[in-house]
C-alpha cells in the first residue's frame, strides 16, 4: 500500500469489507510503501525488495507448514502462495510477477471485471464516501459507514463471478541455482568488480543474456564482468528476501 491517501482509504475498504463477509477466516496484513506512487526505478526497485521479501516469507512458512503437517498425504489440498496482480501501476504488476516466478510462487493472476465501465463510474461515485473512511477514528465508526453503503460498496468488492475473469498470467519456473549463483556472486563482492566470468558458472550464452539485460557489464575480451547500478540495486533487492 503507497502512501496516497485515496489508496490508504481503498484498501481499509477492502480490509472492512472482507471482514464483514468472511469473518476471521481471512488474516489481513496492510504492508506499507515509503512513496506515495512508483514514479521512478527507484521507488520500482524499492517496490521489488518489499516484495520479495514478503514473499520469500510466505514461501518459508508455506515450506515448514508442508514438512510438518499431514499435507505430505496427497489426499489433503495443498496450500499455495498465488499473487493477484491487479490494480496497481503497470510496472508493480510486471515486477511482482516476475518476482513471483523468480521466488517460485505458485500462480499469479490478473481479474477483469466485464461491466468496468459501470464499476469504474461507480467508483468515482463512491470516492468521497470512501474518503471518509480515513477520517474516522474507531472501528466501529468504520464499520458503520461500511453498512450504510453496504449494498453499493458490495457492487465494487464483491460482484457476482459471472462479471469477471480470472487471467493467468504465465508463470515459467525459473531455476533456483541460477538466482542462487547471481546472488552469492554478489556477496561475494561488495564492490562493482571486476570478476572473473568463470565465477558465474553459467552458460555462455546465458552471460551474453545477462549483459544484453543490463545486470552486468564486460571488458573487450568478456574475461571480467562489472555489476552495473542497476544489477546491484536488483539483486541486492533480491538478496533482501533472503
Known amino acids: 500500500m503507497t502512501s496516497n491517501e485515496m489508496v490508504k482509504a481503498s484498501t481499509e475498504l477492502a480490509r472492512i469489507g472482507l471482514e464483514d463477509k468472511h469473518g476471521n477466516r481471512i488474516s489481513w496484513e496492510t504492508v506499507p510503501l515509503p512513496f506515495e506512487d512508483t514514479l521512478s526505478t527507484n521507488d520500482n526497485i524499492e517496490f521489488m525488495k518489499i516484495a520479495a521479501r514478503i514473499l520469500n516469507q510466505e514461501l518459508r512458512i508455506l ?101 469477471y475473469d480470472l487471467i493467468q498470467i504465465p508463470l515459467i519456473p525459473f531455476p533456483r541455482s541460477i538466482v542462487s549463483r547471481l546472488l552469492g556472486l554478489r556477496v561475494s563482492h561488495s564492490t562493482p568488480g571486476p570478476f572473473k566470468k568463470d565465477e558465474l558458472r553459467l552458460d555462455e550464452h546465458y552471460i551474453d543474456e545477462l549483459i544484453r539485460a543490463g545486470l552486468f557489464t564486460s571488458e573487450t575480451d568478456k574475461k571480467k564482468l562489472y555489476f552495473t547500478d542497476l544489477g546491484i540495486k536488483i539483486l541486492d533487492a533480491l538478496l533482501g528476501a533472503t
Open 63 to 163: 515450506q515448514h507448514v508442508r514438512s510438518s503437517s499431514s499435507e505430505q498425504n496427497t489426499d489433503t489440498p495443498r496450500r499455495k502462495v498465488v499473487l493477484n496482480v491487479a490494480g496497481g501501476r503497470k510496472n508493480m504488476c510486471i515486477t511482482l510477477s516476475l518476482v513471483g516466478q523468480l521466488l517460485g510462487v505458485h500462480a499469479a493472476y490478473h481479474v477483469v471485471n466485464k461491466n468496468y465501465r459501470e464499476i469504474n463510474m461507480e467508483l468515482e461515485r463512491l470516492r468521497p464516501i470512501i474518503s471518509k473512511l480515513l477520517e474516522l477514528d474507531s472501528k466501529d465508526e468504520k464499520k458503520k459507514l461500511y453498512q450504510e453503503h453496504r449494498n453499493e460498496f458490495t457492487v465494487l468488492l464483491f460482484p457476482p463471478a459471472s462479471e
